[in-house]
């Protein structure tokens, strides 16, 4: 009779401080995302997307593990939304000077002024010192942080409300929220994206003065100049990156026997990942660019112009340039993103454990 009341008590507690540390949120959530238990885990069947790495290399108690099934699944897309957007950024600063080089060799008539990946930065380097690879970073922190906060947000909802859809292929639910996520995520990061590749391509001023220059010459829609071809680039990359990544990943736990993979494991998991997406869509990326380093009515802002006008002018080479830094940077930036993800989500679920733990003793149990 005392073990039951124990654990009545334990379960009434876990529910207030719950509800002390989410006051506001969950007023309006909708009734479906609440009242359904989310599942455990099954580390025998394929992973999900963006759990892809261990948690922790330690056993922490409680186990952070535990605590993610016992989330609901507004804590859970809240959680992914904070780690995301701070992994984002983290990322995209340290990958930014690739970035750069990776534009500059796709801008039209970059292989008449430069003859490699290197020349290109060394060029930069020459003109405008270390701060050129840093050009438009203002716009890179806060594209970057926003979309992937909205990206691994609307993923984890998106993936939460497919898998109560008994008729849905279980299969089909990665690929369905990592294209959710991209529509989503594409509408702030196309913007960030257009003003740091104006900015790497010469145009001069701050962020918010290239972006003014682009509202005053080509209106709102100016800002969203190569959307489309976003699109067209993301939606297969992050297939084919996720797909890639779980495939490798099985291959590996097949190999350890292991229920999760050590970060090692996880950050050469996602280069390769990230290689293999990158070399298949560099094409699509090539499109994109020149569709954003043009100017509004310039030469053609359509798709089919645009790869008209390269087959023309360079050839099918013209399609594939800068791949180099691209799979490069995918590679890096895959491999940094699942490694900056996971420990920053590990660092909020501590906060939270740690939370959890001084209202039990605050309570007295």
Request: aromatic letters at 8%.
């Amino acid at each position: 009779m005392d073990t039951n009341n124990n654990n009545v008590l334990m379960a009434t507690l876990s529910l207030q401080v719950q509800q002390q540390e989410f006051p506001s949120l969950f007023t309006n959530i909708n009734t479906l995302l609440l009242s359904t238990p989310t599942k455990p885990k099954n580390y025998n069947s394929a992973p999900p997307p963006f759990s892809s790495t261990t948690l922790s290399t330690q056993n922490p108690n409680p186990n952070p593990s535990t605590l993610l099934k016992s989330l609901t699944v507004l804590d859970r897309s809240l959680t992914g939304a904070a780690a995301g957007g701070i992994a984002g950024a983290f990322t995209y600063v340290c990958l930014l000077p690739i970035d750069a080089v990776k534009t500059r060799l796709q801008t039209k008539g970059a292989s008449q002024v430069y003859s490699s990946a290197l020349d290109a930065a060394a060029k930069i380097f020459q003109s405008d010192g270390v701060l050129g690879f840093y050009r438009g970073v203002s716009a890179v922190l806060v594209g970057s942080a926003t979309s992937s906060a909205i990206y691994f947000g609307t993923c984890e909802t998106a993936k939460t409300v497919l898998a109560r859809l008994g008729s849905y292929p279980p299969v089909l639910i990665p690929p369905t929220a990592g294209a959710m996520g991209n529509i989503v995520s594409s509408a702030v990061m196309v913007p960030k994206e257009l003003i740091t590749q104006r900015m790497q391509a010469g145009a001069s001023g701050r962020s918010w003065e290239v972006m003014l220059r682009i509202i005053e010459k080509d209106g709102i829609l100016g800002l969203y100049a190569g959307y489309s071809a976003t699109l067209l680039r993301n939606l297969p990359a992050g297939i084919l990156s996720y797909s890639s990544f779980e495939y490798l990943k099985a291959f590996v736990l097949g190999k350890t026997g292991k229920g999760y993979l050590e970060p090692a494991e996880s950050v050469c998991c996602g280069a390769l990942a990230g290689a293999i997406s990158a070399s298949l869509t560099t094409p699509f990326d090539v499109v994109k660019t020149r569709l954003m380093t043009q100017v509004q009515g310039q030469g053609g802002n359509k798709i089919s112009v645009t790869v008209r006008q390269i087959l023309m002018e360079e050839g099918w080479t013209g399609m594939t340039r800068g791949i180099g830094p691209r799979v490069l940077h995918s590679a890096c930036f895959a491999a940094l993103g699942y490694f900056a993800f996971e420990t920053t989500r590990l660092a909020i679920l501590h906060q939270y454990i740690a939370r959890r733990e001084a209202a039990a003793a605050k309570a007295g149990i």
